[in-house]
DNA sequence: CGCAACTCCTAACCCAGATCAGTTTTCCGC
DNA sequence: GCGGAAAACTGATCTGGGTTAGGAGTTGCG
């Protein structure tokens, strides 16, 4: 396989595609990707892909299946930082910190590429260009994770959990899967409790009022929106910090 | 001045001094570094930094005064995501992305470098080895925020103000502005109360309790540290996820 | 096939922290 | 040293969401 091959295909990767939404790339530095991206891994639900307090550990790029991040507390509860769609690269501060300081558990079935600490920052030297690309999709998910603490210390129980779906719905829509009418969700409500900062019984609770109120309904797996408009008006979502509008760089 | 004593000189700067404990950089690089930092810029209190929504905005290196981003929510309120010290960053995202998605306001009288976004990226070019101590900075950041996130989502009121007067005061004698004593803090309840997600009047309370019980003062803008080790094991806290540990990288 | 483990769902009760409605203290400019 | 405005502080009351304690499907696996 010569060079543009390998350009074109990994081109069409997920992660390829959100990067290549900011900042051009040319066949060359698409080619030094590509080789970041050989080691392919299968993780099985219940085994986690990354541990807290560890050292050594590997970065991943999502290509399949869902995972979340997530913190132990002493107590023994736990709180999810943040949900990995296909296309997201994940553990990068497990790899720049010495030990990772968090954990990250498959939700689903995962295939994933493995990242090595010296390959990425081998890259780097080679084309600068991707470094900003990994900066930007670094701050795009710190944005998340930012907007996700605005949910917990600002928002409702309601629109917090509103705002969550409607945020995964953009997200998902992205990569192509999911549209405005709604998306397949595997996420069990106990998971969706633990992101929220919420019991699972309250979940449950504003699960069914969101339902019966007609503004979304996530029933057997299956996240659909019933009133796209209604739901971002209560819930206050902007997606302005998902920064889609397209290439920055020349 | 030639290229060395520019180097000398731009070392001792807490920002740089932080970088230094992760990468090592060379000379030349701390030239490049220099460069990016020559426009210094003094900010009042009661003018915004940096505002949400905008375009072309600048990022900046905080390099004296204490500064705070913020997000405003449509109901009026608001959620403080970060509180910056001297030799933090700021506005990273507010560069890389196309419209600013927060604010950033003084909260002491504030002098900073300008850091342009061009400018940034052209070192970066310049330098791989800068490129990566800055996603190491901006990924310290982000585990400082996830930190945030826990402490909203998971932890009591009491536990989550211990632990945020012990991670300001963790960071705070990294730059030498504080010991395992105390540290001077200029920020009000009603600052605290938006960083913490809870009410002005609750954050009161939980002060004069943590008082009472011989854990922290905070009063007259000092915070002094009663019971040390015992406020670090009432909140679980962990400084691991500051990374304090020493170069990483050759 | 049958038991175990999950997940979803519900009702009753309770408490941490919000809200409301102030008073007092500190700070700062004139 | 005085007036005005933040900031600090307090008590009373209310409520969003936690906790406890279940039951009722569903999936999977030995």
Same mark, same amino acid.
């Given at each position: 396989?010569?060079?543009?091959?390998?350009?074109?295909?990994i081109?069409?990767?997920?992660?390829?595609?959100?990067?290549?939404?900011?900042?051009?790339l040319?066949?060359?530095?698409?080619?030094?990707?590509?080789?970041?991206?050989?080691?392919?891994r299968?993780?099985a639900?219940?085994v986690?892909?990354?541990?807290?307090?560890q050292?050594?550990?590997?970065?991943?790029?999502?290509?399949s299946?869902?995972?979340?991040?997530?913190?132990l507390?002493?107590g023994?509860?736990?709180?999810i930082?943040?949900?990995?769609?296909?296309?997201?690269?994940l553990?990068?501060?497990?790899?720049?910190?010495?030990?990772?300081?968090?954990?990250v558990?498959?939700?689903?079935p995962?295939?994933?590429s493995?990242?090595?600490?010296r390959?990425?920052?081998?890259?780097?030297s080679?084309?600068?260009?991707?470094?900003?690309?990994?900066l930007?999709?670094?701050?795009?998910?710190?944005?998340?994770?930012?907007e $996700?603490?605005?949910?917990?210390?600002?928002?409702?129980a309601?629109?917090?959990?509103a705002?969550?779906l409607?945020?995964l719905?953009a997200?998902?829509?992205?990569?192509?899967?999911?549209?405005r009418?709604?998306f397949?969700c595997?996420?069990?409500q106990?998971?969706?409790?633990?992101t929220?900062?919420?019991?699972a019984? $309250?979940?449950?609770?504003?699960?069914r009022?969101?339902?019966?109120e007609?503004?979304?309904?996530?029933?057997k797996?299956?996240?659909?929106f019933d009133?796209?408009d209604?739901?971002?008006?209560?819930s206050?979502?902007?997606?302005?910090?998902?920064? $889609?509008?397209?290439?920055?760089l020349?």
């Amino acid at each position: 396989m010569n060079e543009t091959n390998v350009a074109l295909s990994i081109q069409d990767s997920p992660f390829a595609r959100k990067l290549l939404a900011f900042v051009r790339l040319s066949d060359a530095d698409l080619a030094i990707m590509s080789d970041l991206y050989r080691r392919r891994r299968r993780f099985a639900v219940g085994v986690d892909m990354i541990h807290q307090g560890q050292t050594d550990q590997c970065a991943y790029v999502l290509a399949s299946g869902w995972a979340c991040s997530y913190k132990l507390l002493p107590g023994g509860g736990r709180q999810i930082v943040d949900i990995q769609i296909p296309g997201d690269f994940l553990g990068l501060r497990s790899i720049l910190f010495r030990t990772s300081d968090h954990n990250v558990e498959p939700i689903t079935p995962v295939q994933a590429s493995e990242v090595r600490q010296r390959d990425l920052i081998a890259a780097f030297s080679q084309t600068p260009r991707l470094a900003t690309a990994v900066l930007w999709a670094a701050s795009r998910d710190e944005a998340m994770v930012v907007e $996700h603490l605005v949910d917990l210390g600002r928002r409702t129980a309601t629109e917090r959990t509103a705002h969550f779906l409607l945020e995964l719905g953009a997200r998902l829509r992205l990569v192509g899967l999911g549209d405005r009418k709604g998306f397949l969700c595997p996420l069990s409500q106990y998971r969706l409790a633990d992101t929220l900062g919420l019991s699972a019984v $309250h979940v449950n609770r504003v699960l069914r009022e969101l339902r019966e109120e007609g503004l979304v309904t996530f029933q057997k797996g299956r996240v659909v929106f019933d009133d796209f408009d209604a739901l971002v008006e209560m819930s206050g979502f902007d997606r302005a910090y998902l920064d $889609h509008e397209g290439p920055l760089l020349i």
